[in-house]
T-cell receptor
């Protein structure tokens, strides 16, 4: 059973460009979470999605950031018009439904560098 | 604002030593406390603790939760160089259907041969 997959693992963008980060949850998992880890900081919650629904986006910046988890395909975290402060590691986690829902399993992360 | 504080921030020990990592939390709608080990890639799940006073063990690692005092500890006995990593503590809060983790900054453990 493959774990949570994220791609790309590393992404370099210039200021003003768009960044698209992809996350494929573990097989059978329908809950996806995105977290951001800034240098010297802990992981910070951004958004929680189920298939085709955003459940909680309280940690997401109001502008330039969006997330989706379509019926088919991976979850996408999209950052428009990136700025240097967006440079960070972005981790995706997934969890199953039911009583095991509380355990989130993490992907390897995408390291975004904005030049 | 929800908060998780870990101590110490870093720790250097020799192989064979025993270490105790601390985690305190202030989280609304607290549900569970999770420990992860992060090397250079994905945080790897170690434990989830929901009830007070029940120790969870996995090999040389063990953890316990105190919901009255709002803290948890992670013990590692007979440390090995492979235990070197950042250990993350996270509190799971659930408001309605929302489940999100609030993380501490981590404890960087270095085990020297």
């Amino acid at each position: 059973n493959a774990g949570v997959m994220q791609n790309p693992r590393h992404l370099v963008r210039r200021r003003g460009q768009e960044a698209r980060l992809r996350c494929s949850p573990m097989k059978g998992h329908s809950h996806v979470y995105w977290y951001r880890q800034l240098p010297e900081e802990g992981l910070k919650f951004m958004v929680y999605l189920q298939k085709e629904n955003i459940i909680d986006e309280s940690g997401m910046p109001k502008e330039r950031f969006s997330a989706e988890f379509p019926k088919e395909g991976p979850s996408i975290l999209r950052i428009q018009q990136v700025v240097r402060g967006d440079s960070a590691a972005y981790f995706c986690a997934s969890s199953p439904t039911g009583v095991l829902r509380e355990t989130q399993y993490f992907g390897p992360g995408t390291r975004l560098l904005v030049l | 604002e929800d908060k998780v504080v870990q101590s110490p921030l870093s720790l250097v020990v020799h192989e064979g030593d025993t270490v105790t990592l601390n985690c305190s939390y202030e989280v609304t709608n607290f549900r569970s406390l999770l420990w992860y080990k992060q090397e250079k890639k994905a945080p790897t799940f170690l434990f989830m603790l929901t009830s007070s006073g029940i120790e969870k063990k996995s090999g040389r690692l063990s953890s316990i939760l105190d919901k009255k005092e709002l803290f948890s500890i992670l013990n590692i006995t007979a440390t090995q160089t492979g235990d070197s990593a950042v250990y993350l503590c996270a509190a799971l809060n659930s408001g309605g259907s929302n489940y999100k983790l609030t993380f501490g900054k981590g404890t960087l453990l270095t085990v020297n041969p």
